[in-house]
């Protein structure tokens, strides 16, 4: 039936295609009920057949039923213990899809309902909310979570449960793994069981203390959603948030001030877009062997502007600061870069008096990157108090000591040349916790800039001078040996590997001084996975001075800040310094110096990052 349904979709059939599928649908609903996997897959081929067929109002209802399961589904889930957890985030993906259908039934659905726009605009935001929030969203919400813990005293309860969940994701593989081994595993397969059954009991206990003690941890931990009025309230009247969520049918552009809500959606779809964005990257992107810098495509900064930021401008007057949580290719997407006016096509583009003269929106307003919207409410609840002054904890890192050619970060020529990380590995570590090889990292270009920067910078915070670890001092363990719970400031310059970079067998991660011989403590490479670790809960700003670091992770449906940024996130970072593209050693010691400057004479980080 499914396939007959399909096969008739293809060939326009829509109305018979829907009838064979709503057929399909009753008789699973009569076998398995409402909330079964196979029933609900129905539902969501039936929603989107009635709104491919122009019967928006009729898909409406089945498209509510399909969002408030996978809303029921996911806090059933959460309550499950660390299993639920981890099958709920499995579901992220599936979920999210869902929600963006019903944002697009919503939209359409104005069309023969316009008296029910503002009732339709509050379900949007939720729905539109909860598509958008991927594993970055999730590493602020657990930082906001720990930060309450720590608020009523029970960090270290909080800090043991996530060492248990770090041991459970690695047990119960291994213990699915020896299910299927031959006899001579029953030992192992029983200590595996053992351990496992030891760390789940141990959560529990911990969770039941944290239901009695601290509510509002799960609390936080488990909203999918922020109510339009507590979004509102954390709003200055100078602030605005933009949501950008593409669709297979659009995508929908809303801004929240705190007075008011306007809601859009642009024909371009979510394939289109991806495609777009794409191209207009590759005037952005400085590549190894390029004679010039690339030329920037005005033609396209302005289209993009027209589709996604004009139609819902006017909400903006007021707005100077505004937020951008952006799904899909949108978060490849610097907004700063899109002009809000067009260009003459006659003029040259690599002219620096026609760069200098379009209407940059980097111009008009003080753009912020979030990772979701629940993440400025939790900041701005949870958050730690800004205190970047000349006392400033400060620590720097950069200037590893390599022995390849010295070179410049984004010359002109761009004469960083690109690096497959995963050749990098050292021969015969183990898959899951493969070590770099520190004699192939040790040949990596010598980058003497990085020195240059962070003395710039330590200079203009007034730190003293063994605030920088350079060349020898620059190690792993000096890392996670200092004290970063007084660290407001901590500045990493240096090689950094993306998602696209590091392969399958690396991870996404910053080059330090390699070792002599690689141990799990030190291989002369922090991975992402080791960046969590760290404590950073007070840090105000993690400066990321290496290409590329606001990539995301390379996972299917990822976005960006999903990479090595989202890391500094788990690890309680609050805000954070990261590029779209390569680092250039000329201006990156300028820009910083005067975006602390700024900020240490009363500015916001955006308003400062703006006027640098």
Request: some cysteine; proline content about 4%; overall charge negative.
């Amino acid at each position: 039936q499914y396939v007959y349904a399909g096969a008739l979709a293809l060939n326009d059939r829509w109305e018979e295609a829907t009838d064979v599928t709503l057929s399909v649908l009753q008789s699973l609903r009569k076998v398995y009920g409402d909330r079964h996997p196979a029933t609900l897959s129905s539902l969501s081929s039936a929603t989107s057949l009635l709104l491919s067929d122009d019967r928006a109002p009729d898909a409406l209802g089945f498209a509510r039923e399909l969002a408030e399961a996978g809303r029921s589904r996911a806090i059933e889930l959460s309550a499950d213990g660390l299993g639920g957890f981890a099958q709920r985030d499995r579901e992220l993906g599936e979920r999210q899809e869902n929600e963006r259908l019903f944002a697009d039934v919503l939209w359409s659905s104005l069309e023969t309902e316009p008296n029910a726009h503002e009732g339709f605009l509050l379900e949007a935001f939720d729905a539109l909310q909860i598509a958008s929030a991927g594993t970055t969203s999730e590493a602020v919400t657990q930082a906001a979570a720990t930060r309450f813990a720590t608020s009523v005293g029970l960090q270290e309860l909080v800090k043991e449960r996530q060492a248990l969940a770090i041991s459970w994701a690695e047990l119960e593989p291994a213990l699915v793994q020896f299910q299927i081994a031959d006899e001579d595993a029953v030992t192992t397969r029983e200590s595996l069981r053992t351990q496992l059954d030891a760390v789940i009991a141990r959560v529990a206990q911990i969770d039941e203390q944290l239901k009695r003690d601290a509510p509002q941890y799960f609390a936080i931990l488990n909203q999918q959603a922020v109510a339009l009025d507590e979004l509102r309230e954390v709003l200055d009247e100078d602030e605005a948030v933009l949501l950008l969520v593409p669709t297979e049918h659009g995508t929908h552009s809303m801004v929240v001030t705190a007075n008011g809500t306007t809601w859009k959606r642009a024909e371009i779809d979510a394939e289109t877009l991806n495609d777009t964005v794409s191209e207009f990257r590759e005037g952005l992107e400085v590549r190894a062997g390029d004679i010039a810098l690339p030329l920037f495509d005005f033609e396209l900064a302005y289209q993009l502007y027209s589709d996604l930021v004009a139609p819902v401008e006017s909400a903006l007057a007021e707005a100077s600061r505004l937020y951008i949580v952006a799904d899909g290719a949108l978060s490849r997407l610097p907004l700063g870069t899109l002009i809000s006016t067009p260009v003459d096509p006659e003029v040259d583009p690599d002219d620096p008096e026609v760069l200098r003269r379009a209407n940059w929106l980097a111009d008009r307003y003080a753009l912020v990157q979030l990772p979701s919207i629940q993440s400025l409410v939790f900041i701005r609840n949870f958050g730690i108090e800004s205190a970047v002054n000349n006392n400033s904890g400060f620590l720097g890192f950069g200037a590893p000591v390599l022995k390849g050619e010295a070179r410049l970060r984004g010359a002109r020529s761009a004469t960083l040349d690109a690096i497959d990380a995963s050749k990098l590995v050292l021969r015969g570590s183990a898959a899951d916790q493969p070590l770099m090889d520190p004699q192939a990292l040790r040949q990596l270009a010598s980058l003497p800039g990085t020195q240059t920067e962070l003395q710039q910078v330590r200079e203009a915070l007034g730190a003293p001078e063994t605030a920088l670890y350079l060349a020898d001092r620059m190690t792993e363990p000096a890392l996670r040996n200092a004290d970063l719970s007084q660290t407001r400031i901590l500045h990493l310059a240096t090689h950094g590997f993306t998602s696209e970079e590091s392969g399958d067998r690396a991870e996404p991660g910053l080059v330090f001084t390699p070792p002599g011989e690689a141990t799990q403590e030190n291989d002369g490479y922090l991975a992402a996975s080791e960046v969590v670790g760290l404590n950073l809960a007070l840090a105000d700003w993690i400066i990321l001075s290496a290409c590329n670091t606001a990539s995301p992770s390379g996972r299917p449906g990822e976005t960006g800040l999903s990479g090595l940024a989202q890391a500094f996130f788990y690890a309680g970072a609050e805000s954070l310094l990261v590029s779209h593209w390569p680092v250039f050693d000329d201006i990156a010691p300028e820009l910083t110096v005067q975006t602390l400057k700024l900020s240490q004479a009363g500015q916001s980080r955006a308003e400062a990052l703006q006027s640098a």
